[in-house]
């Protein structure tokens, strides 16, 4: 389904006050959001958990719809806390043997940095290609670095400084190939760019949801595949991971034999109704639709900063671009840009040196007029 034809305005408050294009960051809340929000807070205030089963009921509906925007089984799908918890269950559920390594590529954000450089307590190497002069990271590159005690890739799906997006596909089959577990941080790509996971083959994907997927922080989501649910122990399990988890009593109770095994607690109902009704909006409006917007919105403002004399970092080309637009001008302060842009109510970032612009399918031609007005 696909309608772009939404009150934006109303839909998305935020752009009465503020250009909102920092969605590589924290994301604005939608109206359906916020009122998910409101009406779970009023319905445990009034009735406590007495609806409980309704509640069990937009879990299952957010897991479902998650997993349609994932391309994968809707059992496939853990909702964590964020996506270093994602991450964690991923790197603590393998059984590491002394000399084993992962490969990944430098310049990682810390979420997808940690996980792996914690194992080195067990003896597992982490092995960092270097990104190209181009501001690409090769996958020749990564392969390089693997030998027969690689387990395990693990890379952006998009870069959070550049916004190049990695080929989810070619990540896939390479890792394939080399009999290696396949993990992808997808925090920047995830609401901003088409996934289809079992299509590409990948193991493990994680991100929260409080960027481009338009929700609240601290709910996000785990893809977990089927075929590698055979090979992860149980030590990230609790609980909640156990078919059948509301007999307290019976202490032998099976794991989920999918991603369901993640949930290891009590469930976070109020960031699951956020997220429904974020997913609800990907629905409704379709992603395809909000990923041609996005690039529509980015391509515009790119033509406008490289007119203006910016340098472009990011990767533009078909399958590697995102809705991330990484800029520099010699003898400019990005810090400083980025000051002057908020006390002109347009919102952006610096990272690495550079300022960072993150548009969403809702921001419009016109407001990028204006941010570059602000400039």
Same mark, same amino acid.
């Given at each position: 389904?696909?309608?772009?034809? %939404? ?12 250009? $909102?294009?920092?969605?590589? =960051? ?15 807070a009023d319905q445990a205030a009034a009735a406590g958990a007495t609806r409980y089963a309704d509640w069990k009921a937009t879990l299952q509906r957010a897991r479902e719809r998650a997993a349609g925007l994932l391309g ?15 991450? %964690? ?32 307590? %067990? =003896? ?97 989501? %785990? ?14 399990? =609790? ?5 059948? $988890? ?22 976070? /109902? ?16 379709? /992603? ?11 391509? $515009? ?15 533009? =080309? ?15 302060d990005p810090q400083a840009v980025v000051k002057r842009l908020f006390e002109r109510r347009v919102v952006a970032a610096a990272r690495v040196g550079r300022v960072r612009f993150s548009p969403h399918f809702y921001n419009t031609e016109d407001e990028a007029d204006r941010a570059m007005e602000a400039m």
């Amino acid at each position: 389904m696909s309608d772009l034809s %939404l009150n934006l305005d109303r839909e998305f408050p935020i752009r009465r006050e503020w250009v $909102y294009m920092n969605h590589a =960051g924290v994301c604005p809340l939608p109206a359906r959001v916020a009122e998910a929000i409101r009406l779970f807070a009023d319905q445990a205030a009034a009735a406590g958990a007495t609806r409980y089963a309704d509640w069990k009921a937009t879990l299952q509906r957010a897991r479902e719809r998650a997993a349609g925007l994932l391309g994968c089984e809707a059992n496939e799908v853990a909702f964590v806390k964020n996506t270093t918890h994602g991450l %964690l269950c991923v790197a603590n559920s393998i059984d590491w043997r002394a000399g084993d390594n992962v490969v990944t590529f430098e310049g990682e954000f810390p979420a997808n940095f940690w996980p792996w450089k914690n194992l080195e307590r %067990l =003896g597992v190497e982490r092995r960092a290609a270097p990104w190209r002069p181009d501001g690409r990271a090769s996958l020749q590159d990564l392969e390089a670095l693997m030998d027969s005690r690689t387990r395990l890739a693990a890379a952006s799906w998009v870069s959070y400084a550049n916004g190049f997006r990695l080929d989810g596909a070619a990540f896939g089959a390479l890792c394939r190939r080399r009999g290696v577990l396949s993990c992808f941080d997808g925090i920047q790509g995830l609401g901003a760019a088409p996934a289809n996971v079992a299509e590409w083959g990948i193991d493990f994907l994680s991100a929260d949801g409080h960027k481009w997927l338009l929700a609240p922080e601290g709910f996000g989501v %785990l893809y977990c595949s089927n075929r590698a649910v055979g090979q992860l122990n149980d030590a990230m399990t =609790g609980w909640c991971s156990r078919a059948g $988890y509301g007999d307290y009593e019976d202490h032998s109770l099976p794991l989920h034999g999918d991603a369901r095994r993640f949930e290891e607690g009590s469930h976070n /109902m109020l960031g699951a109704h956020a997220f429904d009704a974020a997913m609800g909006l990907f629905h409704e409006v379709g /992603m395809d639709a909000i990923a041609a917007r996005i690039r529509a919105v980015t391509n $515009y403002l790119v033509e406008r900063l490289r007119r203006a004399g910016w340098a472009i970092h990011s990767p533009r =080309g078909e399958g590697e671009w995102s809705g991330i637009v990484s800029v520099s001008k010699a003898d400019v302060d990005p810090q400083a840009v980025v000051k002057r842009l908020f006390e002109r109510r347009v919102v952006a970032a610096a990272r690495v040196g550079r300022v960072r612009f993150s548009p969403h399918f809702y921001n419009t031609e016109d407001e990028a007029d204006r941010a570059m007005e602000a400039m």
